[in-house]
């Protein structure tokens, strides 16, 4: 006889087992110590590859120099943010430009020449600081 619950431990047990084999399980127990497994030349090689890499990440995720600071990451979203808001501006423009003119270039019910005037001056004066931001970014 065997009982569900002495199935379901040896189950865990094996699973447990081939876990720690393959590295992608980490711990300390009886299964993880290099002298229990039963790997070939192979399975040793990735093993030990795949320490180096946990190695190589660790030291990079470290390294500040490579992040950058906190300063440095902070000025270049400073420095990227009138770029987004100008370019904002011009969807919201553009976004109103759709809302005025019906498909096949009719205008919406309700709308008058003025205030197609005024989205187009909105517009053009939108497109104008972003190609001048733009410009003068390069």
Same mark, same amino acid.
């Given at each position: 006889?065997?009982?569900?619950?002495?199935?379901?431990?040896?189950? %865990?047990?094996? !699973?447990? /087992? +081939?876990? &720690?084999?393959?590295?992608?399980?980490?711990?300390?127990?009886?299964?993880? @110590?290099?002298?229990?497994?039963?790997?070939?030349?192979?399975?040793?090689?990735?093993?030990?590859?795949?320490?180096?890499?946990?190695?190589?990440?660790?030291?990079?995720?470290?390294?500040?120099?490579?992040?950058?600071?906190?300063?440095?990451?902070?000025?270049?979203? %400073?420095?990227? !943010?009138? /770029? +987004?808001? &100008?370019?904002?501006?011009?969807?919201?423009?553009?976004?109103?430009?759709? @809302?005025?003119?019906?498909?096949?270039?009719?205008?919406?019910?309700?709308?008058?020449?003025?205030?197609?005037?005024?989205?187009?001056?909105?517009?053009?004066?939108?497109?104008?600081?972003?190609?001048?931001?733009?410009?003068?970014?390069?």
């Amino acid at each position: 006889d065997f009982s569900p619950d002495l199935i379901e431990a040896h189950l %865990e047990r094996q !699973l447990r /087992r +081939e876990l &720690l084999a393959l590295g992608l399980l980490e711990g300390e127990g009886p299964y993880h @110590a290099a002298s229990r497994r039963a790997d070939g030349p192979v399975c040793a090689e990735i093993r030990s590859m795949q320490a180096q890499l946990k190695a190589v990440m660790r030291e990079r995720e470290g390294d500040p120099a490579r992040l950058g600071t906190r300063k440095s990451l902070l000025s270049k979203m %400073e420095a990227a !943010l009138p /770029r +987004e808001r &100008l370019y904002a501006d011009v969807v919201m423009w553009a976004k109103q430009m759709d @809302a005025l003119v019906q498909p096949k270039f009719r205008l919406a019910k309700g709308v008058k020449p003025h205030d197609i005037k005024r989205a187009t001056e909105g517009w053009d004066r939108a497109v104008a600081r972003y190609r001048a931001h733009k410009a003068a970014s390069r």
